[in-house]
């Protein structure tokens, strides 16, 4: 089985990061930034359309 990563970034610091997708909450569900604890909405940190489809596609 292929493991899935998708690239996130903070809006507020620009840290970037990549997660799995099944340890994501859902995409409407508040979210902090492990770096400088900014939260916002799950879809504001994904970096690409690409990262979200794939998120979308595990949930």
Known sequence: ????????VCP???KEWQDTPAELPQLRTNFSCPHC???????E???????????????
């Open 12 to 14: 507020e610091c620009d």
């Open 37 to 43: 604890h900014a939260t916002r909405r799950l879809t």
């Open 1 to 8: 089985m292929v493991e899935a990563f998708v690239r996130l």
């Open 45 to 59: 940190f994904m970096r690409t359309e690409r990262d979200l489809e794939a998120v979308k596609a595990f949930q």
